[in-house]
């Protein structure tokens, strides 16, 4: 059922939401970008979907940017997890409309491997340092809001040292290496990296017309 989907995955900063948006405009596709499961977010409930309802048990922002790295990285998985079956089942709904569909997604690199094939799936990679460094050089509404929370803090020098933590332990380097050795198609950004670059791989190896 997922013959018109194409998937990226991998992580922060490596550009695949830049990439989604860009192939659904080109080959009038549909874009699921970030988070596209938030349609289904009035449905859940903090006893089945604990992580994603976190927003609405969570007493403030400022517990939000104040987590440890451990209890970070354990909320982005869970996350994830409670976030896959809602991707799916979105997806369904989406591929009764006979358009490519282009997935900026949250769904397990094993799961993907059951529900589509190696022509349909490419991972995407930002070295640790750089998704760090320039995880607030984004214009989007969330990224500047989270940097006006950690502003806002006590101490936001201590506050800021911390997020950056909890940012390089989700793209610690056996994250990395997951993708890197999962054997799909593979793009690693670097400096000399460009949009058009990127576009024109994902193109190719997903055999677009």
């Not at 596209?36 to 903090?46: L, P, R």
């Not at 282009?102 to 990679?125: C, G, K, P």
């Not at 760090?132 to 020098?157: M, T, Y």
């Amino acid at each position: 059922m997922f013959q018109n989907v194409y998937f990226i995955t991998g992580t922060a900063y490596a550009g695949k939401s830049t990439a989604v948006k860009l192939l659904a405009e080109r080959f009038d596709g549909i874009c699921c970008g970030e988070n596209y499961h938030d349609i289904f977010m009035k449905h859940i409930n903090k006893e089945h979907q604990p992580n994603l309802s976190y927003f609405d048990t969570m007493k403030d922002w400022q517990e939000f940017i104040s987590r440890t790295p451990d209890e970070y990285a354990a909320w982005i998985d869970g996350c994830s997890k409670e976030a896959e079956s809602l991707e799916i089942i979105r997806l369904f709904q989406l591929v009764a409309e006979d358009k490519k569909i282009f997935v900026d997604t949250n769904i397990s690199l094993e799961t993907l491997r059951e529900i589509s094939d190696y022509q349909h799936i490419a991972v995407m990679l930002c070295p640790q340092s750089m998704s760090v460094e320039r995880f607030f050089d984004r214009s989007d509404p969330e990224k500047r809001f989270i940097l006006a929370q950690l502003n806002q803090a006590e101490n936001p020098e201590k506050a800021m040292e911390n997020y950056r933590k909890c940012l390089e332990k989700i793209n610690a380097k056996e994250v990395y290496d997951k993708y890197a050795n999962s054997g799909f198609y593979t793009i690693v950004r670097d400096e000399n990296s460009t949009i058009d670059n990127t576009l024109q791989k994902l193109i190719e190896h997903f055999e677009l017309k």
